[in-house]
């Protein structure tokens, strides 16, 4: 008797203790950890049919995709394979107080060819999709992208019902020039001129045309399945071409944009800036008596130029009965009418019912409601000579970056790398090449305007946030534009188009503290200077609360170059994961004691 009830007493002890145990664990586990170990070198391939030199991870052109779940932590050690300096930036993930691990030239000093360099983050209350490229000279010209996809925890609902599969897509305009190329023709003050084909994950066009595609492209193939729903990830990670997407005979139901759910719509096709994220429902509706065409056509040129500039990739049912043949959908007719595509823009609302990554609506942050603290208006030109070198600005200004990164030169406290006296409106006097920043104001609400006075559709893209889109329009922006806005569900994502001659505005709350780069996406453009950088220091942090403290293992150059160690590849565990691990020991050494 005795016995027994002592045995079941020592299991309801045990019961508890194993229940406590568990939930130890899961509060010493923490976040998850993904770890990569990428080599990005030269590969080659011969998209348009011709062999040339594309930029690999793992030798792969799309590289390696990151497919995580909110707030894991990322682990990427990359080791740079290329005879340049080269950093891979995320692109759309936020970096959360995390700057120190953005990859751009104004936070990290470029990893030297030969050497590697472990990115460590957290893809902190972000979903979507995102995507990494490299940030330096013309490096994303030859490649080096791949998808960064962030699915949500299984508690947090989706707005729709869960995919029958997930399809990523990377449209992208290609040179035969390899990028040190097309770096000499910029370098030496000339256009890069039209690109020579549009590639859709790296691969050349289907031959839907004998006399326009050579033989023996390989070209993409996605296999479906009738009857399901695919969400189809598309991202433009081209050098400056905007495309229009569309797949024969099926809708594209938008339902997010570079992180944030969208007020569900269909379209039947999508225009996609240099730089832009979208996410498609696509249902499989059709009766298979052919393949379909997937299709993403150069926007805005004429129809000699658009032959050569449209990819195309193929969608192929199961149950399909043959090759997709006739004509591909039609793009858009609308090379001299504005209208279309900027109706098409306003129209990506945001879905203010919808949990983003927490449980609460993403509108629940009424960002119309906000005041306005500080005001930018980012006027471009066409590039022009300044000093004898032919650059491109804002407000004109052509951005220099400087040796030393400037969240190290802030850190460190070196004098004279930058100036925070970036103007805020555009200023009637000769452009020059500076090295002057915005300074931004630590939780302040800010509004920038865009004006497009170049003669293309450029995009812009903020790093370490996102802002809201709330208006777009032709001619000069004026106080009165406002009127315009919408304070209601502008959606809130990080790259936005700006068409020639028109302007778009967006507000950003700057809560996020670090040096982070604004920049038009448009790969020449960027190159020849047009970008800046928004400083936003919190002026009570002290203890490294809104900034984590550098890594490290962060590289040293410019003025700090005496600091930088001969590369050794001992691993180091960083302070906080030996203490977690202490922990975990302490309680494993606990557990089995008491068990
Ligand atoms: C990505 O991860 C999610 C969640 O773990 C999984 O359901 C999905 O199949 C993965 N997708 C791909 C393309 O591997
Ligand atoms: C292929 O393209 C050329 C040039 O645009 C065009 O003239 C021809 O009609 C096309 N062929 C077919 C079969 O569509
Ligand atoms: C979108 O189009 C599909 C057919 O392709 C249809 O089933 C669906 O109801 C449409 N959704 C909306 C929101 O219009
Ligand atoms: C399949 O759909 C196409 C396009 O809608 C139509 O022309 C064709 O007749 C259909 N074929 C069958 C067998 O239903
Ligand atoms: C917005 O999101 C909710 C989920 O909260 C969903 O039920 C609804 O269909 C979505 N509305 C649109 C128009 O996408
Ligand atoms: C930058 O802005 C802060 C307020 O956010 C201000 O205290 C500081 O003086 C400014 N710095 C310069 C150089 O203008
Ligand atoms: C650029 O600005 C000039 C002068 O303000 C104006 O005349 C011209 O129309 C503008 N061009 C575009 C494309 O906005
Ligand atoms: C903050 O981080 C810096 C390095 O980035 C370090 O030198 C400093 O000691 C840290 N301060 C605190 C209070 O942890
Ligand atoms: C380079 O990689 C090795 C592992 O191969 C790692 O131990 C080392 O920390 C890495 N170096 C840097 C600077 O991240």
Known sequence: MDSVRRRRRSAGTCAVLFLLFVLLRQCLAGDPYAYYEWEVSYVAAAPLGVKQEAIGINGQLPGPALNVTTNWNLVVNVRNGLDEPLLLTWHGVQQRKSPWQDGVAGTNCAIPPGWNWTYQFQVKDQVGSFFYAPSTALHRAGGGYGAITINNRDVIPLPFPLPDGDITLFLADWYARDHRALRRALDAGEPLGPPDGVLINGLGPYRYNDTLVPPGVTYERINVDPGRTYRLRVHNVGVAASFNFRIQGHNLLLVEAEGSYTSQQNYTNMDIHVGQSYSFLVTMDQNATTDYYVVASARFVDAAAADKLTGVAILHYSNSQGPASGPLPDAPDDQYDTAFSINQARSIRWNVTASGARPNPQGSFHYGDITVTDVYLLQSRPPELIDGQMRATLNGISYIAPSTPLMLAQLFNIPGVYKLDFPNRPINRPPKLDTSIINGTYKGFMEIIFQNNA?????????????????????????????????????????????????????????????????????????????????????????????????????????????????????????????????????????????
């Open 455 to 595: 003669t293309a559709v450029q995009s812009y893209h903020l790093d370490g946030y996102a802002f809201f889109v709330v208006g777009m329009d032709y001619g000069l922006w004026t106080e009165n534009s406002r009127g315009t806005y919408n304070k209601w569900d502008g959606v809130a994502r990080s790259t936005i188009q700006v068409f020639p001659g028109a302007w778009t505005s967006v507000l950003v709350f700057l809560d996020n503290a670090g040096i982070w780069n604004l920049r038009v996406e448009n790969l020449d453009a960027w190159y020849l200077g047009q970008e800046v950088y928004i400083s936003v220091v919190n002026p009570e942090d002290s203890s490294n609360k809104t900034v984590l403290p550098l890594p490290d293992n962060a590289i040293f150059c410019g003025a700090l170059s005496s600091l930088q160690k001969e590369q050794s590849h001992r691993f180091q565990y960083s302070e906080a994961s030996q203490i977690a691990r202490l922990w975990k020991m302490v309680f494993l050494i606990a557990w089995l004691v008491l068990w």
